[in-house]
């Protein structure tokens, strides 16, 4: 592998890691910007929600842009709006005012969520495109990772307005590397024939395609129950378990660990077995461990290290399911990656934005309303796997390198 191939992982991945690295960071804050605010625990949850609506409904128009203009201009813009909005975000008033520019910097992170994804099929297809999406959510990783534990520190210091000022400066940074570490990869030629009507036919040929939702939806079942986790996981460990906003942020990080660990598996075990084989040995090990843990929670056993334990390996398997899917369903749509990658994006944060809304009221302080959000994330992941890839042929593994 060329240096290239390092450096393009490496720039796509802080890319597409500024939006949930305002997630991330955000998380371990939740309880004390209800707290400085005065807001209650749904409208706190609503900001974040917002924030997921917004990053899921903005996919769709950049990835069409991208295929018009080029993957970089729509980058440039969508980092800019996440910076002010950020800066606005830090200065909210109240509640309501922060929900609104959440749902606004949702709209700039949006373009570096679907865009790369979208040059990662530019540049490659099959195992080697694998290969570039596991180390590309390598460094991805470093939101999930650090972000939480960095965002308890600068909470503990100067509050959570910090967390803001924080992602403006990572915008600032990703600016800077858009601009001098990535080259354009849509060519003026591919961009010819690309047009607002191309795009709506596009996404109407998409959505007539089976096996690409299926794959799409397999994904977005995985990513809502860690959405589930996200929304529910800071209160129900620091409220119900007792747990420190530092000690939190490395219960999180512990199953990011795991996720992003298994990922880079990905590869090796696409060029053994074929990637399709992957996809249903994971989805089986996710479901499977994250079905055990709502009965062992149902069986009256609520202990954190025990559902910690479980979340660890079940998102060791989701791990695997994520790149493989994204793979697979982007694979046959070359010429229309950014439109292709742009709804993928779009329905898996919009199905992760109902599943949180679904879970929200019943919302008691206990871990049982996420667990069993998480668990029925992936039960439904497995039934689509079943169904979707029934009749679909593995890839020979020889024909993936």
Excluded at 15 to 21: C, D, E, K, N, W
Excluded at 201 to 226: E, M, N, P, Q, T
Aim: aromatic share 10%.
């Amino acid at each position: 592998m060329n240096s290239s191939f390092y450096k393009n992982a490496l720039v796509l991945g802080l890319l597409s890691a500024i939006g949930p690295f305002a997630i991330d960071m955000y998380l371990p804050a939740l309880p004390s910007i209800g707290a400085s605010l005065d807001a209650p625990t749904s409208a706190v949850q609503a900001s974040l929600m917002a924030f997921f609506i917004s990053l899921g409904i903005g996919q769709l128009l950049y990835g069409p842009i991208s295929d018009m203009f080029g993957r970089k201009p729509p980058l440039y813009f969508g980092l800019a709006l996440f910076a002010v909005c950020s800066v606005g975000c830090a200065l909210a008033p109240n509640i309501h005012v922060l929900i609104i520019l959440r749902f606004l910097q949702g709209l700039g992170a949006a373009a570096g969520m679907v865009i790369p994804r979208a040059i990662v099929r530019d540049l490659h297809t099959g195992n080697d495109a694998a290969r570039l999406m596991s180390l590309l959510m390598l460094v991805f990783s470093v939101s999930p990772i650090l972000a939480p534990l960095a965002g308890s520190f600068l909470i503990e210091w100067s509050g959570w307005r910090s967390v803001f000022w924080a992602v403006t400066i990572a915008a600032a940074l990703a600016l800077i590397l858009l601009s001098t570490g990535q080259p354009e990869t849509r060519t003026k030629d591919q961009r010819v024939g690309s047009s607002v009507m191309s795009a709506l036919k596009a996404y109407l040929f998409l959505c007539r395609d089976l096996h690409f939702l299926g794959l799409v939806f397999i994904g977005a079942f995985g990513v809502a129950s860690f959405f589930a986790y996200l929304a529910n996981s800071s209160f129900v460990l620091i409220n119900h378990y007792g747990l420190t906003p530092r000690e939190y942020s490395f219960a999180f990080s512990a199953n990011a660990a795991s996720f992003i660990g298994v990922s880079q598996f990905t590869s090796q075990l696409g060029k053994r077995f074929g990637l399709v084989a992957v996809v249903k040995f994971a989805v089986a090990g996710f479901a499977l461990m994250m079905t055990a843990l709502l009965f062992v929670n149902l069986a009256g056993i609520a202990r954190l290290d025990v559902m910690l334990a479980f979340l660890f390996i079940g998102y060791g398997f989701l791990g695997l399911v994520v790149p493989t899917t994204a793979v697979l369903a982007l694979e046959e749509h070359g010429e229309i990656a950014g439109t292709a990658s742009a709804l993928m994006g779009t329905l898996q944060f919009v199905t992760g934005a109902v599943v949180m809304a679904i879970i929200g009221p019943f919302a008691d302080g206990t871990a049982l309303p996420m667990v069993m959000g998480i668990s029925g994330c992936a039960i439904v992941a497995f039934i689509i796997s079943t169904v979707t890839m029934r009749h679909v042929k593995n890839h020979p593994p020889e024909l993936m390198s």
